[in-house]
């Protein structure tokens, strides 16, 4: 191999490719690995056309207990192997239901992995099991690798902390809820966007249920009048983010 082509390999940038299974459901393929976002399918009347047994998982990262980012944990962790990041509580939760797995963590955080670097943020919301019982702190994640950085927020309102994520890293894109009810709202994720210093910004958290309907096309339109993005994925679809 010549100096040139050692370079240019090095520092060529792969694709990340984005796929939505619903609500606040993501998968991330990044450098050949398959990141899952809060499992929520087969109780997702909106999800019926996916097929739960041909969800991808390496790594399975799971943001609060709240069933509607939980339920299909357990599922796909066993079908797939995937090694589950999330709180001790929740970790320790799969594990009472057979996930051996796991790889527990809490705010603050990095875990240095294959494919990159996870490092566990804040989310303003709560997080407790669908029996009610304690599941920790919620929280966001960021996702580092030399293919680009993403933010994952969570189900969060709108906090000053998200200003740090901005000052820490680049952000090349985000996931924010955009639902409004139980997270922030679309205005609110147009500043979270700027906190972040990321205009591209995937929503998520909406229209699954009834108390977090939006209107989206308007949803869109104010992102874009302000020269920010806001990108909403059909069910199912995939797209490539750089
Ligand atoms: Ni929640
Ligand atoms: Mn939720």
Request: charged share 25%.
């Amino acid at each position: 191999m010549n100096i040139r082509t050692f370079n240019r390999d090095k520092f060529r940038k792969n694709s990340v490719k984005v796929t939505y299974y619903g609500h606040s459901c993501f998968g991330v393929e990044i450098k050949g690995k398959h990141l899952l976002f809060d499992p929520f399918i087969t109780y997702n009347e909106q999800a019926k056309a996916i097929d739960v047994k041909k969800v991808k998982a390496d790594y399975m990262l799971i943001s609060h207990g709240h069933e509607d980012h939980i339920a299909d944990a357990v599922t796909i962790a066993k079908n797939t192997g995937a090694k589950v990041i999330s709180s001790w509580e929740i970790v320790n939760w799969l594990k009472g239901q057979g996930v051996e797995n796991g790889h527990p963590m809490n705010i603050g955080g990095k875990i240095k992995l294959d494919f990159g670097d996870i490092k566990c943020v804040t989310a303003q919301h709560s997080s407790s099991f669908p029996d009610g019982s304690y599941a920790g702190n919620p929280m966001g994640f960021v996702v580092e690798s030399t293919d680009g950085n993403f933010y994952y927020a969570g189900d969060t309102a709108l906090t000053y902390d998200m200003k740090l994520i901005g000052e820490y890293r680049k952000i090349n894109f985000a996931f924010l809820p955009i639902g409004d009810n139980f997270t922030m709202g679309v205005e609110n994720a147009m500043i979270a966007s700027d906190f972040i210093n990321c205009r591209r910004i995937i929503g998520m958290h909406y229209n699954t249920f009834g108390y977090i309907k939006i209107d989206t096309k308007e949803a869109v339109d104010k992102f874009q009048k302000s020269g920010r993005e806001l990108m909403l994925f059909g069910i199912g679809e995939t797209r490539t983010m750089n």
